[in-house]
């Protein structure tokens, strides 16, 4: 069976109180349609950190995987930054 594309995300991790979890914060820009000016959307994912190297403020790149568990869909492949 072959494998389709896997999405990646780029966020900042907010939450890093749970074993080999981490709750990940997407921004996104959307433009209104009516108005036409630049609106920040945010959406949270919960995402799988196997080493338990990051901490709260990285930011991190993360890929779409098979469910972990019962909300986890993502793997934190990448830290981009670490937190000052």
Same mark, same amino acid.
């Given at each position: 069976?072959?494998?389709?594309?896997?999405?990646?995300?780029?966020?900042?991790?907010?939450?890093?109180?749970?074993?080999?979890?981490?709750?990940? +914060?997407?921004?996104?820009?959307?433009?209104?349609? +009516?108005?036409?000016?630049?609106?920040?959307?945010?959406?949270?994912?919960?995402?799988?950190?196997?080493?338990?190297?990051?901490?709260?403020?990285?930011?991190?790149?993360?890929?779409?995987?098979?469910? +972990?568990?019962?909300?986890?869909?993502?793997?934190?492949?990448?830290?981009?930054?670490?937190?000052?």
């Amino acid at each position: 069976m072959k494998q389709g594309i896997q999405k990646t995300k780029i966020g900042v991790v907010t939450s890093d109180k749970m074993e080999k979890s981490r709750v990940v +914060l997407v921004e996104r820009l959307v433009k209104h349609p +009516l108005y036409k000016k630049y609106i920040r959307r945010s959406s949270k994912f919960m995402a799988h950190d196997e080493t338990n190297d990051t901490k709260m403020g990285d930011k991190v790149k993360i890929i779409e995987s098979k469910p +972990l568990s019962a909300r986890k869909r993502w793997k934190i492949i990448e830290v981009l930054e670490r937190a000052k």
